[in-house]
């Protein structure tokens, strides 16, 4: 099955800077890696999401990179906030329906003001 | 609130004591997930529906688990015979069908606690 795994766990940068967060999956009929951010109890909600046929994509300060050779995905944050701080999640989807996502462990973002 | 609901919000049990869990999903959405997030990890999936259907089961949902979605809009997860190991969140999603989207929309989550 789908393996997803996620780098760094932890994350510490300036306000102002940028952030990125790396994620690699090891299935590849993949075709659609979602990214969540989850704040301290709060439920995860979707931030960009990107499908396979597509290698790039951009919404304002964030970005994702899709790299399906080399079967990883990262996330771009730039001009980091400090309403930026929360949990990151990227996802891959799989399963034997190609429905449910597999989540990477996580990345805690912190942005010091 | 037109978002996934899910009831209770926090959940407190002995061990060996049966529990269940609800969730509403968002009222046009014909599937409906089911995940676990333990603390510093991320959701894992437990099960799927797509209308009543069962599609879908992990091998982490072990026999004392069991869903169901009756009608294909509410599901409820029980756990009989809870376990300390079984303290998490439990967290549900619904997602639609036929749409260029593939967004699963998560509920606030039940968290269980098995003392």
């Known amino acids: 099955g789908e393996n997803v795994e996620q780098h760094p766990s932890t994350l510490s940068v300036q306000e102002g800077d940028s952030a990125v967060i790396k994620c690699t999956y090891s299935?590849?009929?993949?075709?659609?890696f979602p990214w969540y951010k989850q704040e301290l109890g709060k439920r995860p909600q979707l931030i960009i999401d990107i499908r396979s046929n597509v290698g790039e994509k951009k919404d304002q300060r964030i970005a994702v990179t899709l790299n399906k050779t080399a079967k990883h995905f990262s996330l771009h944050i730039t001009e980091t906030q400090p309403e930026d701080s929360a949990v990151y999640f990227c996802?891959?989807?799989?399963?034997?329906?190609?429905?449910?996502?597999?989540f990477g462990p996580g990345t805690r973002l912190s942005v010091l003001p | 609130d037109t978002g996934v609901s899910q009831d209770p919000r926090h959940k407190i049990t002995k061990r060996g004591q049966n529990v269940t869990f609800r969730c509403d999903p968002i009222s046009e959405h014909n599937r409906l997930y089911w995940y676990r997030q333990t603390l510093g990890q991320g959701p894992e999936f437990l099960t799927y529906f797509q209308n009543e259907a069962q599609l879908e089961k992990s091998r982490l949902l072990s026999d004392r688990f069991s869903a169901e979605r009756p009608k294909g809009s509410f599901s409820t997860l029980e756990i009989q015979r809870t376990e300390q190991g079984d303290s998490a969140m439990y967290l549900c999603?619904?997602?639609?069908?036929?749409?260029?989207?593939?967004?699963?929309?998560f509920g606030p989550g039940t968290r269980l606690t098995v003392l």
């Open positions: 996802a891959a989807r799989g399963g034997n329906y190609g429905q449910n996502f597999v």
């Open positions: 999603a619904s997602s639609k069908t036929g749409t260029a989207r593939t967004e699963q929309f």
């Open positions: 299935d590849s009929a993949s075709n659609y």
